[in-house]
């Protein structure tokens, strides 16, 4: 066991005889997320370093400190990447931070969300104890996937210290083409060219024109550009495009406006919601600017009764925090709340962060 981790160990094993709370964090780029911010600041950054990379095996193993730059470049020197696409809010965003948050980019659509590539983990939970959980398992608790559940988390569960990641080539082809539709044909269209053979990986719809993101083999691609038509989009436009939505430096996220992002059934039409709309992942997601008088009641209304929910993304109000996230089903809150109970009895870790679930 290193230093730096038997004196984590230690400090948190203090802070829970004494129920004083600690909010792990790497660079702190995503402190705009979730509930508001509580107990006192524990930085990931100092343990940081690339553990075991064996590119043939398509898994890293890194602290949960390394920036995520380090993590990419290494990948990159391969010609393979992280296939869910995350967020860089920083320069200093940290692997641990963004495994933590959840958030995946435009590549979710085709490979999947975070919880699918985090194979193993080493944590700190709330008693102060070292745990392995995943691929390298030493130890289990309660029968929990913690690596599967720690996606998400943001820190209110156990404190992430080694990952193991697994990876995906870089695909060997691709091209972006663009259509003008409206929000309901262009969610009609995108998910019937999903129930095709088609190299789909990313789509975005916004101000009546679609986009689709085309990676595969060069032959698959130009035979979906065929089928498909539309407009080819230049290759430096369309990158710039795809990074300014994996990294949110669109003009979209630049408001002082309330963003809420909605998690609904891809195929769900327009939810009727007055507010400018950017829809990702073929309809799964929907990014909300809320014009005034729209209430968190109208709009968790309308995604659920869509068959989804509704959270607050990004707000500018400390009182609007607390309700940043939906309230789940009762039963589903019972077991996210015993899974807290279990591995952070006495609730120091990143109280709220999941207002108002945990």
């Not at 602290?63 to 380090?70: N, V």
Request: hydrophobic letters at 40%; a negative charge.
């Amino acid at each position: 066991m290193s230093d730096f981790i038997e004196t984590l160990c230690a400090q948190v094993e203090a802070c829970a005889r004494s129920g004083t709370a600690l909010r792990p964090q790497g660079a702190g780029s995503k402190h705009f997320y979730g509930g508001p911010l509580q107990g006192e600041a524990l930085d990931m950054r100092a343990h940081s370093g690339i553990l075991e990379y064996e590119p043939t095996e398509l898994v890293i193993t890194a602290k949960a400190g390394t920036p995520l730059a380090e993590i990419e470049a290494a990948l990159a020197e391969n010609r393979q990447e992280l296939a869910f696409e995350p967020p860089r809010f920083s320069a200093e965003s940290t692997l641990g931070g963004t495994i933590c948050a959840g958030l995946s980019g435009p590549g979710r659509l085709a490979r999947g969300p975070v919880k699918d590539y985090v194979l193993g983990c080493t944590v700190v939970d709330g008693k102060g104890q070292l745990l392995h959980f995943g691929g390298t398992v030493m130890k289990n608790v309660a029968g929990y996937d913690v690596s599967r559940m720690l996606p998400g988390s943001m820190g209110t569960l156990c404190i992430a210290v080694d990952l193991s990641i697994k990876v995906m080539p870089q695909a060997p082809a691709g091209a972006t083409l663009r259509f003008d539709f409206n929000q309901n044909e262009a969610i009609s269209q995108i998910n019937t060219w999903l129930g095709q053979p088609l190299p789909i990986s990313a789509s975005a719809w916004e101000n009546g024109v679609l986009w689709v993101r085309l990676r595969g083999a060069q032959a698959a691609v130009t035979a979906a550009i065929q089928t498909m038509g539309g407009e080819v989009v230049a290759e430096e436009v369309a990158s710039a495009y795809w990074l300014s939505l994996r990294d949110q430096t669109h003009a979209f996220f630049k408001t002082s406006a309330d963003i809420w992002r909605l998690a609904v059934p891809p195929t769900t039409h327009d939810l009727g919601l007055e507010g400018d709309m950017l829809v990702e992942w073929a309809g799964g997601q929907r990014w909300l600017k809320a014009v005034p008088g729209l209430s968190a009641d109208m709009i968790r209304g309308a995604a659920s009764r869509a068959g989804g929910h509704a959270t607050l993304y990004r707000t500018e109000s400390s009182d609007a925090r607390l309700n940043a996230f939906q309230m789940p089903s009762a039963a589903m809150l019972t077991l996210q709340r015993r899974l807290k109970q279990e591995l952070d009895p006495v609730g120091i870790l990143s109280p709220q962060r999941i207002a108002p679930i945990l």
